[in-house]
């Protein structure tokens, strides 16, 4: 197949809020030196940007895949862009009210205070794929070549040095080809950003040994849907966080309300995935979680909106992976840099880009983009504050998984008191497909309590949640979702009740006559499934470019 071939400087491999701040910072730093280029204050030569940098994003538009809680600390967006309000920077809501509480079945016991690492006051609620719309345009009038409805699929090497990547085939005709073939993108340098678990990132880890010596990056999942009241008994700022209730044995986690407007508030669920229970459904959970009193008594005349799930790398300081190697830089979730202690990673991935930015910027001026310049980029991280904070918050994690008030508990006040440490030494983790019992271990004689009938109002089911996210694929093309053995599913469907037909919150997998059905046209891209198999025996491609869910809220 005949391809194009462009040549690049940087290419930025993903859209989100790392990349496009990278993007943006690199671009007003060659900016302000080529203004001193003309003044004549400034030293060498100019430095071209129009079509030499380019971000390429698989959803339909900046913003269609990105969903967070999301809660920004804005320090970080008054150093990229000091004039952001000015600028039209989305903020639905400044915190201006927080609590947390501990839910039992049907009561809560709210904390009395508030540890640092959870206050909030003054940080900005928004919708992230708003806030990287908003990205997007400012990256666009700084020249930056921006490419949506493209995935990356194919990192491209001369021997172990990154040269570039290929992008997706579009629209197979009845014969078997492509009517639009991808095009070779080569470039000095190409910086992945591709958010949790992304799919070259795992080719580039795997082929280059980076995280040799790392502990395994282990990850939650996050569900959430936004509710439009009639009357709200929260005020705008309001931000609330649950421990307890609907977790119980082997789930763990937490929840959130945040209020964006007078009239909107988000009701989101964080479930790790490192549960040994074999019908683990964060998606049903989030059900239960609104039928307590407390999150019923918020939206009870309410209706759900929007609806959305994500991962998120949860193993945070001891599963970054080496972050440079030739001809590339990993930055924002793909570099395992979410603050988990703060349920927060937005301001962690527009600094990563940021000092990503300022080596590559460092790079132009010498005209060195060698392994050992892109080195520099991992140095400044291990410099800044990112790695201080995951340091403190090292053993969050694990403590959670074992179980709050209990066990888990004690661990937590241990960490606040000593910056992190447990007096059980660092606590270890395994991949999250490794800890699924099976149905006779988990539950015996027992089953999973079913959820009440879905009403559409509290109770809502996948189905109806798929198209309130927008979801849609071009179902001409192949299935980007690959079963690799028959003899696994047969072996799974028998022993664990087939754990993918319950964990994917988008319904894709079904059991249909004794097999798992794929229905791929409702996938969410949330990848839980590349993680959670308990034989890794689904494949997880990248689908044609501008398919996936088209989130505006979330």
């Known amino acids: 197949m005949e391809r194009e071939v462009i040549e690049f400087d940087v290419i930025f491999v993903g859209g989100g809020p790392a990349n496009l701040s990278s993007a943006i910072h690199l671009t007003n730093l060659l900016r ?163 958010g949790s678990n992304g799919t070259l990132l795992k080719g580039l880890v795997e082929k280059l040994h980076l995280d040799q010596g790392k502990a395994p990056s282990v990850y939650e999942l996050g569900v959430k849907e936004v509710y439009e009241l009639k009357s709200n008994p929260l005020r705008k700022g309001e931000c609330i966080h649950t421990l307890g209730y609907p977790f119980r044995k082997g789930l763990s986690g937490g929840g959130f309300i945040y209020c964006i407007s007078e009239t909107k508030v988000i009701i989101g669920l964080i479930a790790h995935l490192s549960s040994a229970d074999p019908q683990l459904d964060p998606h049903r959970e989030l059900q239960r979680y609104k039928q307590h009193p407390l999150i019923t008594g918020i939206i009870k005349d309410g209706k759900p909106t929007h609806y959305g799930a994500r991962t998120l790398p949860c193993g945070g300081y001891f599963s970054i992976p080496k972050l440079t190697s030739c001809g590339v830089m990993i930055t924002g979730d793909s570099a395992n840099l979410v603050d988990s202690q703060k349920l927060k990673g937005l301001h962690t991935a527009v600094k990563s880009g940021m000092l990503a930015a300022e080596v590559l910027f460092e790079a132009f001026m010498v005209n060195d983009f060698s392994e050992n310049q892109l080195a520099k980029y991992e140095e400044k991280l291990k410099k800044s504050w990112i790695y201080s904070d995951l340091r403190k918050g090292r053993n969050f994690t694990p403590a959670v998984a074992m179980g709050i008030p209990f066990l888990g508990g004690p661990l937590l006040g241990f960490q606040m008191l000593t910056g992190g440490a447990t007096p059980i030494g660092d606590l270890k983790t395994k991949p999250d497909y490794s800890t699924t019992e099976d149905m006779k271990h988990f539950y015996g004689s027992n089953s999973p309590d079913p959820l009440p009938k879905a009403d559409d109002r509290i109770i809502v089911d996948k189905l109806t949640d798929v198209y309130l996210s927008g979801t849609a694929h071009d179902e001409k093309q192949k299935s980007h979702i690959e079963l690799r053995d028959d003899a696994a599913c047969k072996k799974c469907i028998s022993d664990y009740k087939a754990p993918c037909t319950v964990f994917c919150p988008a319904a894709v997998y079904e059991l249909e006559d004794g097999k798992i059905r794929v229905n791929f046209s409702n996938c969410l891209h949330c990848k839980t499934c590349d993680l959670k198999c308990p034989f890794r025996n689904i494949v997880w491609n990248l689908p044609e470019g501008g398919g996936g869910p088209r989130y505006t809220l979330q």
């Open 32 to 194: 302000k030196h080529n203004e001193g280029i003309e003044s004549g204050s400034g030293r060498g030569e100019k430095i071209e940007i129009e079509d030499k940098i380019a971000v390429l994003e698989k959803g339909a538009y900046f913003g269609a895949h990105n969903i967070s809680g999301a809660v920004l600390i804005p320090d970080v967006l008054s150093e990229l862009l000091p004039d952001h309000k000015q600028l039209g920077c989305p903020i639905d809501a400044e915190v201006n009210k927080e609590s947390i509480y501990f839910l039992t079945s049907k009561g809560q016991i709210k904390v009395p205070f508030t540890p640092s690492f959870l206050n909030n006051h003054g940080n900005y609620l928004l919708s992230l794929s708003r806030f990287v719309g908003w990205l997007s345009k400012i990256a666009e009038q700084n020249k930056v070549m921006m490419l949506e409805g493209t995935s990356a699929v194919e990192m491209l090497y001369e021997g172990t040095g990154v040269i570039g990547v290929r992008t997706d085939d579009k629209r197979l005709q009845e014969n078997g080809e492509y009517e639009t073939p991808g095009c070779i993108l080569n470039s000095k340098v190409v910086v992945l950003g591709e």
